[in-house]
Nanobody, 121 residues
Framework: QVHLLESGGGLVQPGGSQRLSCAASGSIISINHMGWYRQAPGKEREWVADITKGGSTRLAVAGEGRFIISRDNAKNTVYLQMNSLKPEDTGVYYC???????????????WGQGTQVTVSS
C-alpha cells in the first residue's frame, strides 16, 4: 500500500505565500513523476505542476512566475511553493505521484486526500 499525505494548507491573504508538502509512504520501490492538482469550488480538478524523478518541472500557465515545484527523492516528498497568491488560487490541492509499489507489475498513480488553500482577506 502507498499513501500520500499532504500538509501546509490554510488561510492566507492575497499576495501572501504558502508552501505545500506531500510525503509518500508505504511499500515503495520507486517514484516517477510527482505533481499537484487543484479543484476550485464548482470547477473541475485542474493540473497545477509536476516534476520528474530527475527534477524536470512543468507549470500550468496560472502558476508561472509564482509557483515553484520541487522534490526530495530521499524523503519521497514533493513541495509546492506558492507566492503572490490570488483569490482565484483558492481550492483543494491534491498531490499525485506515479509509484512503483512492491508487488505491482507496473507503476500506478496515487492521490492524496487534498489540503484546502483559501486566499482571502
Amino acid at each position: 500500500q502507498v499513501h500520500l499525505l499532504e500538509s501546509g494548507g490554510g488561510l492566507v491573504q492575497p499576495g501572501g505565500s504558502q508552501r505545500l508538502s506531500c510525503a509518500a509512504s508505504g511499500s515503495i520501490i520507486s517514484i516517477n513523476h510527482m505533481g499537484w492538482y487543484r479543484q476550485a469550488p464548482g470547477k473541475e480538478r485542474e493540473w497545477v505542476a509536476d516534476i520528474t524523478k530527475g527534477g524536470s518541472t512543468r507549470l500550468a500557465v496560472a502558476g508561472e512566475g509564482r509557483f515553484i515545484i520541487s522534490r526530495d527523492n530521499a524523503k519521497n516528498t514533493v513541495y509546492l511553493q506558492m507566492n503572490s497568491l490570488k483569490p482565484e488560487d483558492t481550492g483543494v490541492y491534491y498531490c499525485n505521484a506515479n509509484v512503483h509499489a512492491r508487488g505491482a507489475w507496473l507503476p500506478t498513480d496515487y492521490w492524496g486526500q487534498g489540503t484546502q488553500v483559501t486566499v482571502s482577506s
